[in-house]
């Protein structure tokens, strides 16, 4: 694991202009010169189906790309963590046959499979463990805490810093109940009559035990009985007193699990300092999330980094990422190589925010990297709708820009080399993602823990679907049901990202 950080370190470190890169840079900065000729002038002939290749790494190469480029993208993927699930279709999940009707309210399938992912993973911690207490950090509206307390019998605490999240959850939860009182003794065809999208299984039924909801944000400084502050306002907490106890964990002296599904920034590097230092919290499932939220500067006092955790990762030379490097970890790299494969009109994208970047700073070079959001159906639009929408969202009026000058049109013919370039950025996010983690795992091990980074969620449409799963005893038990568990699920729900490797202490790599 130390030998895989040194080796990303090396790679990202050579290839640091390529990965700190803004591609709306591309015309601006001239960033396409700046690669090695040989690279031009392979990438300039590629098709997007090509490119695709290049960057799943299945199938044959379809060009003749250059060695280097070809040794740069074998080494690129060779670090990065296995992420599960590779090709196949890009279709949404549906709704989930094997999650009850009634927990499938107010969720989209794609939150529906992580929860039920999530859930049988902590539901197995649980049974290892002995804990029957969660407690489920960044909670939101309470879909994840609903299933574990409804849907599994955990007894669970979410803990919102927006109060009016944490109120909106309590109120879904008392829906939940008053439709568990109708439904009471209806059986599955009374409750098939109320819910729609009945389940082709009847799911196991639901307890009326629903979970207790806290308003307020994690202290990453506080013992573990004491982590909460106040909530972010405005919404008073549904919960004013400290529902984990003193000190000792939970109210009844307990141990707890904690959990966070795609914990903001500087949130997950907390959970994981709070299991390391405290003794209530007996493993923590942990899904991160805006690595480019993450601190990396120094802090004021009682504020730790969020990267890196490790001293390992933090006596590494180079171990540096920069803001652009953390948001590229963020990326979607299946659904940018299923655009490739299909030739997705979406791939205009990139290059009309390039070229507008060129107008705005020739008209105004002080207006750099503005924020301009036209609109999720950008790339059904020609080039100056677009443009008629982002010149005023930066302070300028389109009358004043030419929109279909010479200049304009030979930038947008270069949309190829723009979607290449991407291409590129895309074959560095997941080491940068893969670094981040492995910070963590080994901040971890350093302090003896048991721990596993699990390929949980399918990453055809879950992007962030590792998951940092660590407990003070071993951990075989819990992940060795994952493919049990998915092999109970529908097709078109879980495509079975839990055969992907799950490897735990003493097993290799992650």
Same mark, same amino acid.
């Not at 990065?80 to 279709?91: N, T, V």
């Not at 307390?149 to 008392?174: I, N």
């Not at 690595?291 to 180079?318: E, F, H, I, N, R």
């Not at 399918?458 to 660590?470: D, H, W, Y």
């Given at each position: 694991?130390?030998?895989?950080?040194?080796?990303?370190?090396?790679?990202?470190?050579? *290839? /640091?202009?390529?990965?700190?890169?803004?591609?709306?840079?591309?015309?601006? +900065?001239?960033?396409?010169?700046?690669?090695?000729?040989?690279?031009?002038? @392979?990438?300039?002939?590629?098709?997007?189906?090509?490119?695709?290749?290049?960057?799943?790494?299945?199938?044959?190469?379809?060009?003749?790309?250059?060695?280097?480029?070809?040794? #740069?993208?074998?080494?690129?993927?060779?670090?990065?963590?296995?992420?599960?699930?590779?090709?196949?279709?890009?279709?949404?999940?549906?709704?989930? =046959?094997?999650?009850?009707?009634?927990?499938?309210?107010? !969720?989209?399938?794609?939150?529906?499979?992580? !929860?039920?992912?999530?859930?049988?993973?902590?539901?197995?911690?649980?049974?290892?463990?002995?804990?029957?207490?969660?407690?489920? !950090?960044?909670?939101?509206?309470?879909?994840?805490?609903? #299933?574990?307390?409804?849907?599994?019998?955990?007894?669970?605490?979410?803990?919102?810093?927006?109060?009016? %999240?944490?109120?909106?959850?309590?109120? #879904?939860?008392?829906?939940?109940?008053?439709?568990?009182?109708?439904?009471?003794?209806?059986?599955?065809?009374?409750?098939?009559?109320?819910?729609?999208?009945?389940?082709?299984?009847?799911?196991?039924?639901?307890?009326?035990?629903?979970?207790?909801?806290?308003?307020?944000?994690?202290?990453?400084?506080?013992?573990?009985?004491?982590?909460?502050?106040?909530?972010?306002?405005?919404?008073?907490?549904?919960?004013?007193?400290?529902?984990?106890?003193?000190?000792?964990?939970?109210?009844?002296?307990?141990?707890?699990?904690?959990?966070?599904?795609?914990?903001?920034?500087?949130?997950?590097?907390?959970?994981?300092?709070? #299991?390391?230092?405290?003794?209530? $919290?007996?493993? $923590?499932?942990? $899904?991160?999330?805006?690595?480019?939220?993450?601190?990396?500067?120094?802090?004021?006092?009682?504020?730790?980094?969020?990267?890196?955790? =490790?001293?390992?990762?933090?006596?590494?030379?180079?171990?540096?990422?920069?803001?652009?490097? /953390? +948001?590229?970890?963020?990326?979607?790299?299946?659904?940018?190589?299923?655009?490739?494969?299909?030739?997705?009109?979406?791939?205009? @994208?990139?290059?009309?925010?390039?070229?507008?970047?060129?107008?705005?700073?020739?008209?105004?070079?002080?207006?750099?990297?503005?924020?301009?959001?036209?609109?999720?159906?950008?790339?059904?639009?020609?080039?100056?709708? *677009?443009?008629?929408?982002?010149?005023?969202?930066?302070?300028?009026?389109?009358?004043?820009?030419?929109?279909? =000058?010479?200049?304009?049109?030979?930038? %947008?013919?270069?949309?190829?080399?723009?979607?290449?370039?991407?291409?590129?950025?895309?074959?560095?996010?997941? !080491?940068?993602?893969?670094?981040?983690?492995?910070?963590?795992?080994? *901040?971890?091990?350093?302090?003896?823990?048991?721990?596993?980074?699990?390929?949980?969620?399918?990453?055809?449409?879950?992007?962030?679907?590792?998951?940092?799963?660590?407990? /003070?005893?071993?951990?075989?038990?819990?992940? @060795?049901?994952?493919? +049990?568990?998915? +092999?109970?699920?529908?097709?078109?729900?879980?495509?079975?990202?839990?055969? @992907?490797?799950?490897?735990?202490?003493?097993?290799?790599?992650?």
């Amino acid at each position: 694991e130390q030998r895989r950080a040194a080796d990303i370190i090396r790679l990202l470190t050579l *290839y /640091r202009p390529l990965l700190d890169a803004f591609v709306i840079d591309f015309f601006t +900065e001239g960033l396409w010169a700046q690669l090695p000729p040989a690279w031009q002038s @392979a990438l300039a002939s590629a098709t997007p189906p090509q490119l695709a290749k290049l960057l799943g790494g299945h199938g044959g190469p379809g060009a003749a790309w250059p060695l280097s480029l070809l040794a #740069f993208a074998a080494a690129a993927r060779a670090l990065a963590f296995p992420r599960g699930c590779q090709g196949g279709s890009l279709c949404p999940p549906c709704q989930s =046959s094997h999650l009850h009707p009634l927990l499938r309210r107010h !969720i989209k399938p794609k939150k529906q499979h992580e !929860i039920r992912r999530l859930g049988k993973l902590l539901q197995r911690l649980s049974q290892a463990t002995g804990c029957e207490r969660v407690v489920d !950090i960044g909670a939101g509206q309470g879909h994840l805490s609903r #299933f574990l307390a409804f849907g599994l019998g955990l007894s669970v605490t979410a803990v919102e810093s927006d109060g009016r %999240l944490a109120s909106l959850a309590e109120r #879904f939860d008392q829906e939940l109940l008053r439709e568990l009182g109708k439904t009471r003794g209806l059986g599955q065809e009374g409750l098939a009559r109320r819910c729609p999208n009945p389940p082709r299984h009847p799911p196991h039924p639901l307890t009326p035990r629903a979970p207790q909801h806290v308003a307020g944000r994690l202290d990453p400084a506080a013992p573990w009985g004491e982590f909460l502050l106040p909530s972010d306002p405005p919404g008073p907490s549904p919960t004013t007193r400290n529902p984990l106890g003193g000190p000792g964990g939970s109210e009844d002296g307990g141990q707890v699990l904690v959990t966070g599904l795609h914990a903001c920034g500087d949130l997950s590097p907390a959970l994981l300092r709070h #299991f390391a230092r405290s003794p209530a $919290v007996a493993a $923590v499932a942990s $899904v991160g999330c805006c690595y480019m939220k993450l601190s990396t500067a120094p802090q004021p006092p009682g504020c730790p980094l969020g990267y890196p955790l =490790s001293t390992s990762v933090a006596a590494l030379p180079g171990h540096q990422l920069s803001y652009r490097a /953390r +948001e590229a970890a963020c990326h979607a790299l299946e659904e940018y190589e299923g655009r490739l494969r299909g030739g997705s009109a979406h791939l205009r @994208a990139h290059c009309y925010r390039a070229v507008l970047e060129s107008l705005i700073r020739a008209a105004d070079p002080a207006k750099r990297h503005l924020g301009v959001q036209t609109g999720r159906k950008a790339h059904t639009l020609s080039f100056p709708q *677009y443009a008629r929408l982002g010149l005023p969202l930066a302070g300028l009026d389109p009358a004043g820009v030419p929109l279909d =000058s010479g200049a304009v049109g030979a930038m %947008l013919e270069q949309q190829h080399k723009v979607v290449a370039f991407c291409t590129l950025g895309q074959l560095l996010a997941p !080491i940068v993602e893969t670094l981040v983690l492995l910070d963590r795992l080994l *901040y971890l091990r350093e302090q003896g823990f048991h721990c596993a980074l699990v390929p949980l969620f399918n990453p055809r449409f879950s992007p962030r679907n590792l998951v940092l799963v660590a407990a /003070r005893t071993p951990l075989d038990t819990a992940l @060795a049901g994952l493919a +049990e568990d998915s +092999e109970d699920g529908d097709s078109s729900e879980d495509e079975d990202p839990g055969r @992907a490797e799950t490897r735990s202490e003493g097993q290799g790599p992650p």
